[in-house]
Structure formats: structure tokens, C-alpha cells
């Protein structure tokens, strides 16, 4: 009897402790199932899954290889337990092979005590630390298999358990879940970015008159947005001619850029007028594709002064029946997976940026028109009552001038007569300018322009000073300039709170502007991706961006780059 009651009191215990492990290990899956919900981050949330895995089931080591597009390999790699010191020595991410390809190829939970037995093990390569245990589970969100929870030495005891197992793919359950959740965040965080591009872009092509400055914006956004190595857009001033570089923007600024405003039209290379022609938007591969397509790659490397060529998308931009160009981009090799997950939002940017080209060109020649118009009316005004009024007052001093008997009198009527007919020549001549003048526009009236378009959002006009000859034949140092002033009053708009505002533009040995406001200014420390563009356009001309208090109060912002000559 005694033993039967100290058999069941053992088994109670026994019970219990299982009980109170249950619980524990309960606990530590909703602790790890919080951890992984705290942050809305892809790339947080995909290191904080494997932490919390290790955590969770006690392993040395841990990773979780995202999938690529076609599902057989890995395109990401990330690890707990490995240094980045070791990550470096061991060498490029797996491919999927081995025990990390059998869960790709079967997605379903596997647990080892030794992976090195396994049949469809094939070692770890150079300086990979020794494994194993191992226990693997696939992460899936709803019925796509997004990547693979690898697990390997088990701290404490020889192998992996059943209920480390169900542990692991409760955890996996409940990451698909917050990586779809962050999936979401990204792409809506995406779309807000580049909508807000597509309107800065917009605004840009309707506000300057020179649309090689908003086409400069339009690369820089999109090298920005795509994380894309280059970016240029060649475009047609007018319908059937060439396809000309009108802009061109590489990530690392600091590079010396090449002559590419000096490239022919890109039909003069029979490999691109093929692969331009097909009107459709493209990606194309290095390596993996042959003929023009294969060429197109290469040649875009070598025209932005690149070492290697990467992926390339080719965006038809068409606004209505035909195109007007082409968006460019280039990532660095081994990115293919970032451009096939990049063209669907550089296709629609595209488009949207091919509407707004078309919508400022139209209000462009709405302007001209309207100006043209005016001049006219000017010209029949002048010559139907001016000079018709002129030419009648001069016929009666003449007739005047007969009857006169003083010879004063007579001379100084002679006079008016010849002043009156000078001044019909002088009229004649000024209806003719009208109607020959140039519509080009000079910097001062652009520079002006861009000044006069932050009224509304200032509540005040900035005065605007220009000293010394403005006379710019760099049109991309032109468009710098304009870039510049414009980025320089949108800071002072959203940050300074400022009640008036100078710009100095000053032309000499150096192009300098200064705009100094009385607001409480932008932060000196600190980033801001405004002042950081800035501060590359100087750089990359060998020039300076200094940001600095002005007196009383308020910040002067003085942008400098030397002058050719």
C-alpha cells in the first residue's frame, strides 16, 4: 500500500513539474510572439523572428532564409549567433542546397541530431562554425511559403525534442503573421513615398519653365526610391526625334560624373533603336540574355561610368498614342530580385511622370501663346492708334509750319516735325521686336520665378538680389542653381517659420547663394534628406554647403561651387 500511495505521489510531481515546464514554455512563446509584434519594420521583425526563435527553443545558432521571387533560392539571409566578423569568412549566402534546400523543395517542420548523417547534407563550407543538431520549419503567410526558420545546436541536451518542434512552428505560425502585417506597412509606406514623388515631380515640371531641373529631380527620386545603382530618362523634344539623355543621376554622387549630355541619340546604336522600339517595359538581365537586349546593360554601365553592369529596366513613358521617352534604371549586379520586385512601381511612376511631362509642355505653350497673343495685340494697338496719331499730329505742324512767319516759330515746329517722325521709326521698330523677340527665358527670370512660386506657402514674397553677370551655359549647373533656391525656401517654409527671407545669388569666379531667413531656422545638427541633397550637388561640383545661426535670429544657408574660367 505504501508503495502504491509514493508511486502515484511520484507521478503527481511528475505531473506537476511537466505542468509547470508547459506553462514556462507557454510564457515564453507569447513573450516571443510579442517580440515579434512590436515593430512594423520588415527587416526588424525578420531579426527579431530569429532571436526570439533561438530564445525560444534554446539554440546556439539561428537563421531565416527569405525566398526569392521563383521560390528556389534564397535571396536573404539572416542569422543569430554568427559574428559579422564570421559572416565575412564564411563568405556570399547560401543558395539552397543541402539540409537548408530540402525544406525549399519540401516545406514541412525537420528535426536532426545530426546533420552531417543526413543523405542531402553536403558539409558546410570554409570557416562555417560546426552544427549538429538541427530543427527547421517553413514560414508561411497564408499559402505562400515566404522563407525557411533554421535552428542548430541545441544548448543543454544532444538534439532538438518533439515539443521544441511544435514550439518552433507555433512561433513560425504567428511570424507569418507579423511579416505580412510589416509587408503591408512597407508597401503602403512604398506607394505614400513614391505618390508624394510623383507630386513633388509634378509640381516641379508645372512651376519651372526649365524642365531639365524638375528632370533631374525625377532620376534622383527614382534612384532614391528603387535603391537602383543609376538612373537617366532620354526623351523626344518632338514627335519622330531622337531619343536624347536629357538627365542622368548615380547613387554614389561623389563620383565624377561622365560626359553623358554629350551621348548621341541612343537610336544611333542599332542594339538600343531595337530594344526602345518594342514599347514595352522591360527588365533585362546581364548574362542571361542575348543579342541587343544583352548589349543594352553594358552600354548603360559604360555611359554612366560604371565598373559592372546590373539588372536594367527599360520604361516606355507614354502619355495618349505615343511615347515620349524612356526611364532607365540600373541596380548593382546580383540585385535581379529588387528589380523584379521594383518595376511595378516604376512602371506606374513612369506613366505618371510621362502625364505631367505632356500636362507642363501643354501649359508651356498655353504661355507662349498667350504672351504671343499679347504682343500682338500690343503691336495692332500701337500701329492702328499710335503711330496713325503720331503720323496726324506731324501732317498738322507740317501744314502749321508753312503759315509760320517767324522764323523760330517756323524752325522749332521743323523740329517737333523730325522728333515726331523719329519717334513713328522708334514705335515700327518696337512692333517688330514683338513679333521676332526670342521666348527664351534668362536665369534672372527663372531665378524669379521660383522665388515668386513659395509666396503662397511663406505668406510673404523672399526678395530676391542677383549680382554679377547671370549668364549660365552648364545646363546642369543651371539647373543645380534653380534646384538649390527651390530646396533652400522649402526648408524655410516647412521649418522656419520665418516672416521674410533673402536670396543673394552671386555670380563671380564662384556661383554662390545665400538664403537667410528671421525664422527660427533648420536644425544645424541633425539629417535631413533636403540639406543632404544639397550638400551632394556642392560636393560633386568640388564646392561647399554651409548651414550656419544668422543674427538675430533665424539660419543663412550659403551654397558655393567655382565657375569654369
Known amino acids: 500500500m505504501s508503495l502504491h500511495v509514493d508511486d502515484l505521489m511520484e507521478e503527481l510531481r511528475s505531473r506537476a513539474d511537466a505542468a509547470q515546464r508547459s506553462h514556462a ?57 554568427v559574428s559579422a566578423e564570421e559572416r565575412a569568412r564564411i563568405g556570399d549566402i547560401p543558395s539552397g542546397h543541402g539540409i537548408l534546400g530540402l525544406l525549399i523543395r519540401d516545406p514541412r517542420p525537420r528535426r536532426l541530431s545530426d546533420i552531417g548523417a543526413h543523405p542531402d547534407s553536403v558539409g558546410f563550407p570554409p570557416n562555417h562554425p560546426p552544427m549538429t543538431s538541427f530543427l527547421g520549419t517553413p514560414v508561411r503567410i497564408r499559402d505562400e511559403v515566404f522563407g525557411n526558420l533554421y535552428l542548430a545546436e541545441r544548448q543543454g541536451e544532444k538534439e532538438f525534442s518533439e515539443a521544441d518542434e511544435a ?71 518632338e514627335e519622330g526625334a531622337p531619343t536624347r539623355v536629357r538627365a542622368l543621376h548615380r547613387r554614389d554622387e561623389a563620383a565624377p560624373q561622365p560626359g553623358w549630355s554629350k551621348w548621341p541619340p541612343l537610336e544611333t546604336r542599332e542594339h538600343w533603336s531595337q530594344v526602345l522600339g518594342s514599347d514595352q517595359h522591360l527588365l533585362l538581365i546581364p548574362g542571361s540574355q542575348g543579342g541587343a537586349t544583352g548589349r543594352v546593360p553594358a552600354d548603360l554601365a559604360q555611359l554612366a561610368g560604371l565598373a559592372a553592369a546590373g539588372p536594367t529596366a527599360l520604361l516606355t513613358m507614354s502619355a495618349g498614342r505615343g511615347d515620349i521617352g ?43 501663346l498667350a504672351m504671343l497673343e499679347d504682343r500682338d495685340r500690343i503691336a495692332r494697338d500701337m500701329h492702328d492708334h499710335v503711330i496713325q496719331r503720331l503720323f496726324a499730329t506731324g501732317l498738322s505742324l507740317q501744314a502749321a509750319a508753312r503759315l509760320a512767319v517767324h522764323p523760330v516759330v517756323k524752325s522749332r515746329l521743323d523740329e517737333a516735325v523730325d522728333s515726331l517722325d523719329e519717334a513713328i521709326k522708334v514705335i515700327r521698330s518696337t512692333i517688330f521686336e514683338l513679333h521676332t523677340m526670342a521666348a527664351d527665358r534668362t536665369v534672372e527670370e527663372e531665378l524669379a520665378d521660383v522665388v515668386t512660386s513659395y509666396a ?4 510673404f514674397t523672399p526678395l530676391l538680389e542677383v549680382h554679377g553677370k547671370p549668364e549660365l551655359d552648364d545646363a546642369g549647373l543651371r539647373a543645380d542653381l534653380l534646384a538649390v533656391v527651390r530646396e533652400a525656401l522649402a526648408n524655410v517654409s516647412r521649418h522656419a517659420g520665418a516672416k521674410s527671407t533673402t536670396v543673394v545669388v552671386s555670380f563671380g569666379a564662384s556661383l554662390r547663394v545665400e538664403v537667410t531667413d528671421d525664422g527660427v531656422g533648420v536644425a544645424v545638427t541633425g539629417r535631413r534628406s533636403g540639406l543632404a541633397n544639397l550638400s551632394q550637388r556642392a560636393t560633386s561640383r568640388s564646392g561647399t554647403l554651409r548651414l550656419a545661426a544668422a543674427e538675430p535670429s533665424g539660419t543663412r544657408l550659403a551654397w558655393e561651387v567655382p565657375l569654369a574660367g
Open 456 to 459: 503662397g506657402s511663406l505668406g
Open 167 to 237: 514550439m518552433l512552428v507555433a512561433l513560425a505560425g504567428a511570424a507569418g503573421f507579423a511579416i505580412e502585417n510589416a509587408r503591408l506597412y512597407e508597401r503602403s509606406r512604398q506607394q505614400r513615398m513614391w505618390a508624394q514623388a510623383i507630386g513633388e515631380l509634378t509640381q516641379s515640371l508645372l512651376e519651372s519653365a526649365d524642365e531639365d531641373t524638375a528632370l533631374m529631380l525625377l532620376v534622383e527620386q527614382v534612384v532614391h526610391l528603387s535603391e537602383a545603382q543609376v538612373c537617366l530618362v532620354a526623351l523626344r523634344d
Open 25 to 81: 514554455q507557454f510564457e515564453e512563446l507569447l513573450d516571443a510572439v510579442t517580440a515579434i509584434s512590436e515593430d512594423l519594420e520588415l527587416s526588424e521583425v525578420l531579426g527579431r523572428i530569429v532571436r526570439s526563435a533561438c530564445a525560444l527553443v534554446n539554440a546556439r545558432y539561428g537563421a531565416l532564409g527569405v525566398l526569392g521571387p521563383d521560390g528556389e533560392h534564397l535571396m536573404e539571409f539572416i542569422t543569430h549567433g
Open 326 to 368: 524612356h526611364l532607365i534604371v540600373q541596380w548593382p549586379a546580383g540585385h535581379e530580385d529588387s528589380a523584379a520586385q521594383g518595376m511595378p512601381a516604376l512602371s506606374t511612376f513612369a506613366q505618371q511622370a510621362a502625364l505631367g511631362l505632356v500636362a507642363s509642355r501643354a501649359q508651356h505653350d498655353r504661355q507662349l
